[in-house]
């Protein structure tokens, strides 16, 4: 039993109960001890990446109690680079925050820890119920953060995302009641077996309930039609929390994989996830096209950048109903690019807009603007990797996407939406770029404040892996692709959680 | 590998130049930028000339190291004579462009920036040219692009140099993407991007019935690159870049991009109908377009844009005619062009500096102060009219004798020599035009500066080399072809076909008569402008750019009002969406469901059970009801919290009821206070339509959930739960299996659970900490309510309350283990008790005397879970494992002392601390205590 | 009797979507309220509905499933402080946006 595997989950929810023990701790040590944490979590996710290289399912029983009775934490490649991903953006998101960002409001350290506790929990756990409560922790958490700041933009923002979250929240307790009302069980991978040997007649009731499920991903997700609350809430957040919130909709897309996959994927003669998947397909498609409209018709870059994080998801889901193990694999690799990509917009919208002298990151406004050269370069190499224009990842990862998906039956949808919203992306961002960099009205700079060299750095530092994951396509391709051909195998991770449990029945352990 | 040194010299070029101007930038220092930005070209053209033998010997170079073999994606080159051709043009060419360029950006601060961006533009370019693998030459065809983009934008001050470049890069970027979508399907047709490859698999390419699509995006791609109609658009307005950008990538190079990829691809996709009809008629459009459009061009720079136009239509035209011989005319007439347009773009741009116009309304009689400039431009004007002994007459007439050859569709047969001829008409009007005009045609009118100013002679030395080369081209083509020229073809048609034979060219008849018709129509037609000029001043006047900017306005309107409508801001839209996509799907799938009712039998009914269904059903409608009554329906809603408990503890689960019911006082009592400061009524805003929508989104939702009841209700539940009732006692060491599963068998859930609730808490107090609400209450009008804000007899019973309360939870907390109660519980009762206290006492009477504050509480309880559970690993086993023993404890009785109970004291204390730290902090909020003061 | 249980929770539901529907914050709060009420029976009910068997090994010879039970206890606790503290945020709504309305007084201010 590998101890190390729990730490991604206890290491913030100890950093986060201790910010709160210490209420008086000054910003200094809150922002050592976060950033601490969120080191020691690259670390760990680092280990996890390496031991589900060598291991396919890593499994930790809470409370040392045999699955499916007690809560079974999974890990698989999948999980590792989903960890490893949050980590890393969280990492330079409370880098950036500790520049101040953080003290527009209160405890921001200790809420980020346990926001980081809930996505980490949801990604490691293999218990659907539990997932359910992670879900909460990084919701409420997120609720607490979107806040953070204060603000009417954000109290009308925020109040909307928590109704309809707090909405989600009881329809997946609703799916998860008939779940275990039809099977009886809560383990994902028992879940898995029973739902694959289920009466003829409970089917369609199963069935209805993943179709919930869906809705209650969705809106994590922020798929159309559940998606409007997402614009306004991250382009109200502060520019660190938004960031990180590039994240949170990858949460929604990662249980869907995990769900819809494996729990309702297991039967492979007629798994009960084509009905999912066939509603996924033409809303995935739609709210692709969405997202690029209201790139062209954002009007401020943290709006823009809202839009393309729907662009991003809209490509995702699209990809994954298509039910490919090539195609999930190249979606993983769009999912990194795509995460850090707009995670770096939203940080970059925050850095321009500081050294605008009104309208921050309006693009209807014309104000002087200061270090002109410098951020001008930042945001074309970030415009371009965005654009998914060579050499950067984006590039790499859509030819990918592309070239899997051209076997299957109308990918032509995928390719269209996916190429014409690339040509959307770049004309939004060259009108914004021309807009702000090259307006002889803002040669005219007043007394500039220096270019707060730690934040462009972080930004930097992220386009560099954004490019470096590029440059390293392949062994990254490589292990993406294990991961991929994990999750199409159900039975094997019903085996690796059941263990013996699937040979005896019910009844001996009575 | 040295190809590839080839390629990114000038990148180790650009580097320099970029360190050199940032050192010592500034206008004084053109001369040093430009020879620092000289040596990589130079380097480059030595290096491909070094190449010259072994390309003869009609080998191909190739180099290849896989980079992403996933996708195919190869650093990989190659040099073949095709690739040779343009790669020594844009070397060659570049190093001249940047010897002028020393003396057009004299005195210019943004020299540096110039010798840098178009190092890398060589790079770009020498890439696409000499990628053996199609991906990797899309990166650099991107590049391309961006560079171009940054080029034209050069000048950005000013408004038209901006919407030229986003005009060029929305455009030529959206090419880009459609040959990406076409070279991704070829490379799944051929199974390979390596160029060798595709040009081996022919048979397989034009079979595959992906290849009408195929094609049609790779040659949307090279259309747009190369400015073919109606994709030309952007190229006039690229023309606001320098005129050293303009005579480079605008005429010489880049704009060849999109020629040279068609060339590349020809053996592997040429010789088809498709190939020939689309490629020629957009040949033959953009030729007679542009020849048109360019005669009546005022602006040198827009003249010479507009034929740079009409001679990339007449490659392509060549090019789509498929022969090789057709083939050898093109890639000839595309060196030819190469060579005299760039000298003529140089000569506007000198001409531009010296007298600070180019409009060639005023610009007139130069030869008097620029005698050289003339002699030396009149060669290239020569050529590009097409008059004999010149490159241009060769080229044109083998247009001219290939145009006759063509019969393969009826209709071509007679119309392109025709066209080709009015279209050949036109250029010798406008090359007639731009000479005269510039040169001779009487006086100069009011130029800026007059008389013009002295350009260094040195700026002359890149035009002269030009015009001899291309003069050079007009004497000797035979040699120069079979030297440079058929390599190249040789490289576009895989077999090796006899060299092409000027001399039967000069015997060949018609041709000549075509190209002396198109001369005397030519000069015809130029002594006739002035009415013909009269006429197209008539013509409405379209700007291209405009045009696009307005389109690029309207979809941006679009797109705007769109998302307005669907995003418009409001809540109940959001929630109505997201409740149809739930019941749609559950509609869809259960639509004809008939199997509801499961095989278990129904039970009788129970009337205590419906008697209590029915308040409930009636406390939940009275609230919507009188929802508007806020004050009623929170009392209702509280009825219903009640049976809801009720409904608890008749089916035999007490810990929920308890838990029910502590929770539906705090509940209560904290919306109490929140109504405290809203508005007691609400307004009935709804219309009666929006009221149907939402009742029957409500009945549905309704009827959904007790469909689902029933069915689950019906059927023979076969659960886990048998383990937990076994091993509750054996191996979770209590009798209570609720409480055993929440603290052991889930514990972590409970976990997640209380840490959600903390996390609840401390939000509340974070963003409840500067919040106004004096206003607030002064006009909520329901101060009257705390009139008399801590009555005294409650203050009494209050603190006589507290012990007994504290006693009460501690004992609900001890027993919770066999027992209904638990952590939780106790921690509501106790938390009940303290805020009676609040109640009675007052904040800061109770504040005073908290032993401690809350937040510390919340931490402290987590942080005794989690140590707990971290415990378990002291004696080797998982997280939250627990481990008890039996003692006997006095008044409480025999029970296990279990690490579970440590872990419950964790609940506990969290759920103290958490609750308290909300009701304090809405408390603090109806206090005169003023914002920004902490409480908890 | 399940067509009763079965009844009152469609009530429960429907009574709570129509109030999370409305225009207040403070309406829907109560609907959000009722809702989990709803789906806390919901989950409660999956675990098949028996009379005086709680699940306390020795106090009775038959107990009912005591899995659901554990649930629908945390969704209670869950449900809790998420009502506490929507309710404190439909307060600070009201006072930020000077008005209760959900969308506040203008919900496209913000996009300008």
């Known amino acids: 039993m590998n101890h190390l595997m729990i730490m991604p989950i206890v290491i913030p929810l100890l950093t986060g109960a201790f910010l709160l023990v210490m209420y008086r701790y000054n910003i200094g040590r809150q922002r050592s001890l976060s950033i601490g944490s969120t080191l020691l979590l690259v670390v760990f996710a680092v280990w996890a990446l390496l031991q589900a290289g060598v291991t396919d399912y890593t499994l930790y029983r809470l409370g040392n109690w045999q699955p499916p009775f007690g809560i079974v934490l999974v890990l698989d490649r999948l999980t590792a680079i989903m960890l490893l991903l949050t980590a890393l953006l969280s990492l330079f998101c409370v880098l950036y925050a500790s520049r101040g960002s953080d003290r527009e409001g209160s405890h921001f350290h200790a809420l980020l820890q346990f926001q980081l506790m809930g996505i980490n929990g949801a990604f490691l756990t293999g218990d659907l119920f539990n997932l359910f409560v992670f879900f909460e922790v990084l919701l409420i958490a997120s609720y607490a953060l979107l806040l953070h700041g204060g603000g009417r933009a954000r109290s009308r923002a925020g109040l909307h995302y928590v109704v309809i979250n707090l909405a989600g929240s009881a329809l997946f307790l609703l799916a998860l009641g008939i779940l275990y009302g039809l099977t009886g069980t809560l383990n994902m991978a028992d879940l898995a077996r029973v739902i694959a040997s289920a009466p003829e007649a409970d089917l369609p009731l199963l069935k209805a309930a993943s179709l919930l499920l869906m809705v209650v991903f969705g809106i994590k997700a922020a798929l159309l039609p559940l998606l409007f609350w997402l614009p306004r809430a991250y382009s109200a957040a502060s520019a660190p929390v938004a960031a990180l919130f590039a994240i949170m909709t990858k949460v929604g897309f990662y249980a869907m994989v995990r769900v819809f996959l494996v729990v309702f994927g297991l039967d492979e003669g007629s798994p009960a996830n084509e009905s999912v998947l066939a509603w996924l397909w033409p809303m995935a498609l739609v709210t692709l096209a969405l997202g690029g409209i209201g790139v062209l018709g954002a009007a401020s870059l943290r709006t823009l950048t809202a839009y393309m994080v729907i662009v991003s998801v809209g490509i995702l889901l699209a990809v994954v109903s298509r039910n490919d193990e090539q195609l999930l694999a190249a979606s993983l690799f769009y999912l990194l690019h795509s995460t850090c990509l707009t995670a770096v917009f939203f940080l970059l919208a925050d850095l321009i807009g500081r050294y605008r002298d009104n309208g921050y990151d309006r693009f209807s406004v014309i104000s002087p603007l200061s270090h002109r050269w410098i951020l001008g370069t930042v945001f074309l190499v970030a415009a371009v990797s965005m654009a998914s224009l060579p050499p950067f990842s984006g590039f790499v990862s859509k030819a990918w996407i592309l070239q899997s998906s051209s076997p299957l039956p109308d990918y032509l949808w995928l390719w269209a939406s996916i190429l014409i919203s690339g040509l959307l992306i770049i004309a939004a961002l060259s009108r914004a770029g021309s807009g702000w960099f090259w307006r002889p009205e803002e040669l005219a700079v007043k007394a500039a404040p220096a270019l707060d060299g730690a934040r462009t750095a972080t930004v930097c530092v992220m386009i560099a892996i954004s490019f470096s994951l590029a440059l390293f396509a392949q062994p990254v391709m490589d292990y993406l692709e294990a991961a991929a051909h994990l999750v199409y195998q159900p039975s094997g991770y019903v085996e690796a959680v059941l263990g013996d449990y699937v040979s005896q029945s019910r009844e001996v352990t009575e | ?936 | 009797m399940e067509l009763v249980v079965a009844i009152t929770l469609g009530v429960l539901t429907s009574t709570g979507v129509y109030l999370i529907l409305r225009a207040r914050t403070f309406s829907v709060v109560l609907g959000l309220t009722l809702l989990s009420h709803g789906v806390n029976l919901f989950l409660f009910s999956m675990g098949r509905l028996t009379t005086a068997s709680p699940a306390v090994i020795g106090l009775v010879e038959s107990y009912t499933d005591p899995l659901p039970q554990a649930l629908v206890l945390t969704a209670i606790v869950i449900s809790f402080s998420m009502t506490a503290f929507v309710v404190v945020l439909a307060l600070k709504a009201a006072v930020e946006l000077r008005s209760d309305h959900v969308d506040g007084e203008d919900p496209n201010e913000d996009r300008q």
């Open chain 2, 1 to 936: 590998m040295d190809i590839g040194l080839l390629v990114f010299l000038p990148v180790l070029g650009a580097i320099a130049s970029l360190l050199s101007r940032l050192n010592r930038p500034g206008p004084d220092h053109v001369q040093r930028h430009a020879l620092t930005a000289l040596i990589a070209p130079a380097i480059c053209l030595l290096l491909l000339l070094s190449y010259l033998p072994r390309i003869q010997s009609g080998e191909a170079l190739v180099y290849s190291i896989s980079w992403v073999p996933e996708i195919g994606l190869g650093v990989a080159f190659r040099l073949d004579g095709l690739s040779w051709l343009f790669a020594t043009l844009i070397t060659g060419i570049g190093c001249l462009i940047i010897l002028y360029a020393r003396y057009y950006f004299a005195g210019k601060d943004s020299a540096g920036r110039f010798f840098v961006l178009i190092q890398l533009f060589m790079t770009a370019m020498l890439g696409i040219v000499l990628s053996e693998n199609l991906l990797f030459m899309l990166v650099f065809w991107e590049l391309t692009s961006l560079v171009s983009f940054l080029l034209i934008g050069f000048t950005w001050s000013s408004r038209n140099a901006r919407r030229g470049a986003r005009m060029s890069l929305v455009i030529t970027g959206g090419g880009g993407l459609a040959l990406l979508g076409g070279i991704l399907l070829l490379g799944q047709i051929v199974g390979s991007y390596q160029i060798s490859d595709v040009l081996a698999a022919t048979d397989a390419i034009v079979r595959d019935d992906r290849y009408p699509l195929t094609l049609s995006l790779i040659l949307l791609g090279a259309f747009t690159k190369s400015a073919q109609a109606p994709f030309h658009l952007w190229l006039p307005h690229a023309m606001a870049a320098p005129t050293p950008v303009s005579a480079y990538l605008h005429s010489a190079t880049m704009v060849k991009a999109g020629l040279f990829l068609m060339a590349r691809l020809h053996p592997a996709m040429g010789d088809t109908e498709l190939w020939f009809s689309l490629i020629t008629i957009t040949g033959m459009v953009t030729l007679m377009v542009g020849a048109f459009v360019a005669m009546f061009m005022h602006d040198i720079k827009g003249l010479l844009a507009y034929s740079t136009i009409s001679h990339l239509g007449l490659i392509t035209l060549l090019i789509g005619m498929g022969s090789e011989m057709a083939m050898a005319a093109a890639l000839f007439h595309l060196t030819v062009h190469a060579l005299f347009k760039a000298p003529l773009f140089m000569m506007a741009g000198i001409v531009d500096q010296a007298t600070g116009s180019r409009d060639m309304r005023n610009i007139n009689g130069l030869w008097r102060t620029m005698p050289a400039l003339m002699l030396i431009t009149a060669i290239p004007a020569a050529a590009m009219a097409g008059l004999p002994l010149m490159s241009g007459y060769l080229s044109k007439k083998m247009l001219f004798s290939e145009s006759l050859l063509v019969t393969a569709p009826h209709w071509a047969n007679t119309l392109i020599p025709a066209w080709v001829t009015v279209a050949g008409l036109f250029s010798v009007a406008y090359s007639v035009r731009i000479f005269h005009n510039v040169f001779f045609n009487g006086a100069p009118v009011d130029l800026p500066h007059w008389p013009p100013r002295k350009k260094p002679a040195g700026m002359l030395v890149p035009l002269c080399i030009l015009a001899a080369a291309s003069l050079m081209m007009g004497l000797a083509p035979q040699a120069t072809y079979d030297g440079v020229v058929h390599l190249a073809v040789m490289a576009t048609s895989m077999t090796h076909l006899p060299l092409y034979d000027f001399s039967a060219l000069s015997e060949a008849r018609v041709p000549a008569m075509m190209s002396m018709t198109a001369m005397v129509g030519g000069v015809v037609f130029y002594l006739a402008r002035g009415p013909l000029f009269a006429i197209h001043r008539q013509l409405p006047e379209v700007d291209a750019k405009n045009i696009f900017e307005q389109i690029m306005q309207q979809c941006i309107r679009f797109a705007q009002s769109l998302v307005y409508r669907l995003e418009n801001g409001s809540l109940q839209r959001y929630l109505a969406f997201i409740l149809v996509a739930a019941i749609a799907p559950a509609l869809w799938m259960l639509g004809g469901y008939t199997g509801w009712q499961g095989p278990s039998a129904l039970t009788e009914v129970n009337p205590m059970v419906v008697f209590g269904a029915v308040i409930l059903c009636l406390s939940a409608i009275g609230v919507a009801l009188f929802h508007h009554q806020r004050l009623p329906a929170l009392l209702l809603l509280s009825v219903t919290g009640l049976f809801v408990t009720l409904a608890f503890a008749q089916f035999s689960a007490p810990d929920l009821a308890l838990t029910q019911l502590s929770v539906e006082v705090m509940a209560v009592v904290i919306m109490m206070l929140a109504l405290s400061f809203l508005p007691q009524t609400s307004p009935r805003e709804s219309g009666a339509g929006r009221i149907v929508r939402d009742l029957g989104l409500a009945g549905l939702a309704g009827t959904g959930v007790a469909l689902f009841a029933f069915a689950v209700l019906t059927r023979p539940a076969e659960t886990i739960s048998g383990y937990f009732l076994a091993n509750s006692v054996s191996g979770g060491g209590g009798t209570n299996v609720v409480n055993v599963i929440l603290v052991d068998f889930r514990g972590f859930d409970t976990l997640g659970e209380i840490t959600v609730l903390g996390i609840a808490a401390v939000a509340v107090f974070a963003f409840t900490r500067d919040l106004h609400l004096k206003e607030r209450v002064a006009h909520a009008g329901t101060a009257k309510g705390f009139a008399e804000p801590h009555p005294v007899i409650l203050q009494m019973v209050s603190r006589m309350a507290l012990p007994i309360a504290l006693l009460v939870s501690a004992f609900i907390f001890l027993r919770g283990h066999n027992m209904p109660g638990g952590g939780f519980i106790a921690g509501l009762v106790t938390a009940v008790a303290l805020t009676l206290q609040y109640m009675a006492g007052g904040l800061v009477w109770a504040q005073e005397r908290m032993l401690t504050h809350f937040r510390p509480l919340i931490g402290a309880g987590l942080l005794i879970a989690t140590a707990t559970g971290l415990g378990s690993w002291v004696v080797g086993y998982p997280f939250l494992t627990s481990a008890f023993s039996h003692m006997d404890w006095p008044l409480i009785g025999e029970f296990e002392l279990a690490t579970a109970l440590l872990f419950d004291l964790g609940v506990y204390t969290t759920v103290v601390g958490a609750t308290l730290l909300i009701l304090a902090n809405l408390g603090k909020l109806m206090t005169v205590a003023g914002p920004g003061q902490e409480v908890g």
